[in-house]
């Protein structure tokens, strides 16, 4: 048995690929759940953000005398760009696996099984 077996999706994708499915046909599945797995805690965080907990940027501006509604604003952007930032690297690091697990020619690599 291969060490790509190990990896659940990947007896899947070998099959799609053995139909003869491209690269992205087989692999497309695998990565919308990377990259939903990936968004998960920042979008968790985001659910909760000024209902259970208070952020640190935007309580220091209320302490401080700003305007509350001018705090929260701050605080949904700076929240915004974390979540932007977070979705760049999650599908940077997803399209970076993406091209270094298969070739041009539709095929797995064997750089698992180096590491493995």
């Known amino acids: 048995m291969s060490h790509f077996a190990r990896i659940p999706a990947v007896p ?5 690929l053995t139909l003869g ?4 046909e087989a692999a497309h599945q695998t990565i919308k759940e990377a990259l939903r797995t990936g968004m998960i805690p ?7 953000m000024g209902l ?5 940027m935007m309580t220091g501006q209320i ?3 700003a305007s509350p ?7 949904i952007v700076i ?3 974390q979540a932007s930032g977070t979705a760049i690297a ?10 270094a697990l298969f070739n041009r020619n539709h095929q797995f690599t064997h750089l698992l099984s180096k590491l493995g």
């Open 12 to 16: 899947q994708i070998e099959a799609l």
């Open 21 to 24: 499915a491209t690269r992205w």
């Open 42 to 48: 920042t979008i968790n965080s985001m659910m909760v």
């Open 52 to 56: 259970v907990s208070l952020p640190g």
């Open 63 to 65: 302490l401080a005398g």
């Open 69 to 75: 509604n001018d705090a929260i604003r701050y605080q």
């Open 79 to 81: 929240i915004f760009a």
């Open 90 to 99: 999650t599908i940077g690091v997803v399209i970076l696996a993406f091209l």
